[in-house]
């Protein structure tokens, strides 16, 4: 377990939080990742609000990580790699502005990377699409409700985590291997 008083945050949101807090909870130098969310104007939305697509909160994953163990350059690679960033609010089945695609930048040095990262993908030419991640200033987090955390380790054989968290999980593991806890 790393120092607390030398973690950092990173923010993202990269479609339903069920499915990106797998993956983020399984990378060696992560500490914690909390669900929730952010990027809207409703104090303390809970998930029905939010489902409701009239907040304008995203699921989000607040991760605090130790940068000695992972980089934020390093979390880019992940968030990028395991979401489709050009499919705007949505994520496969998973439709509205809820599940857009965004990072919230703490500070200065996260914002240029994460430009930075967005702009070579763009040119590189990987996708069929623009990319329509945006990177916006982190505000403000709101935890969600008790019972998303944690949600595939404590439901994976219900239809949702089997048939689309298992899946990307799957492929999450063989692509960085090397990242693993």
Aim: charged share 25%.
């Amino acid at each position: 377990m790393s120092d607390q008083a030398n973690l950092e945050t990173a923010t993202f949101a990269n479609g339903c939080f069920w499915c990106t807090e797998a993956v983020f909870q399984e990378l060696r130098g992560v500490e914690k990742v909390t669900s929730g969310y952010t990027g809207g104007h409703v104090i303390n939305p809970t998930y029905e609000q939010v489902c409701n697509k009239d907040t304008g909160h995203a699921e989000c994953l607040q991760i605090e990580y130790d940068p000695q163990q992972i980089s934020f350059d390093e979390l880019l690679e992940v968030f990028w790699k395991t979401h489709d960033p050009t499919t705007l609010n949505r994520q496969g089945n998973d439709v509205g502005p809820q599940y857009r695609s965004a990072i919230f930048y703490h500070n200065e040095e996260q914002k240029a990377k994460a430009e930075k990262y967005k702009a070579e993908l763009n040119a590189s030419g990987i996708f069929d699409a623009p990319i329509v991640t945006t990177i916006e200033p982190f505000t403000v987090f709101y935890p969600a409700e008790n019972y998303h955390s944690d949600y595939y380790k404590r439901n994976s054989s219900q239809p949702y985590c089997y048939y689309v968290i298992k899946p990307k999980m799957e492929k999450f593991k063989k692509v960085f291997g090397d990242k693993l806890k």
